[in-house]
């Protein structure tokens, strides 16, 4: 019995162990939901940046969040010749340092309701609480809704949301 209970303690520091060492790339890849971001990502030449040190404040469109864009624009985005239009759309969706879900919220708090946040890119975004959920809004004022955060990685935080976010 004791010998079961070392052989499963160490499996769960093993899994854990293993799961501290992806970057927020690693895990985006293994989601089902972020297969067109990672494409992207692919397709700008960003996966040595987002795997470098960081730390990274990722806010990250699912496949159903690209869908919701006009037909073809997704199609279009990965083209080598939109490579420059592409980047600036995904380093929009991008945060230095690491922003936790209470530090987002600490952040509306201390704003009176709303945080500006700067984006790699250079645009800002403003979060904010609709509802009790926090709502980022862009620089043309389309909003989106964080539907998952905390996804913890060795060099930063994902959050989930359920739109593309689009600079001016």
Excluded: C, R, W
Excluded at 43 to 54: E, N, R, S
Excluded at 85 to 112: E, F, P, Q, R, W
Excluded at 114 to 124: E, N, S, Y
Aim: no cysteine.
């Amino acid at each position: 019995m004791k010998s079961l209970m070392i052989v499963l303690l160490f499996s769960v520091v093993s899994t854990f162990a293993i799961g501290q060492g992806k970057d927020i790339v690693d895990i985006a890849s293994g989601s089902k939901d972020h297969t067109t971001l990672v494409a992207a990502v692919k397709a700008a030449d960003l996966v040595a940046t987002l795997k470098g040190k960081g730390p990274f404040t990722v806010f990250a469109p699912t496949n159903a969040a690209f869908a919701k864009l006009p037909a073809g624009t997704v199609e279009n985005l990965l083209k080598p010749e939109n490579k420059s239009t592409l980047v600036s759309i995904l380093t929009y969706h991008v945060v230095s340092g690491n922003l936790d879900a209470a530090a987002v919220m600490a952040a509306i708090k201390a704003g009176k309701g709303t945080a500006v946040l700067t984006t790699v890119q250079g645009g800002k975004l403003t979060g904010s609480l609709d509802k009790g959920k926090v709502k980022l809004t862009d620089e043309k004022g389309n909003s989106v809704f964080v539907t998952a955060t905390d996804l913890k990685g060795s060099n930063g935080v994902i959050h989930v949301i359920d739109g593309v976010v689009m600079p001016k």
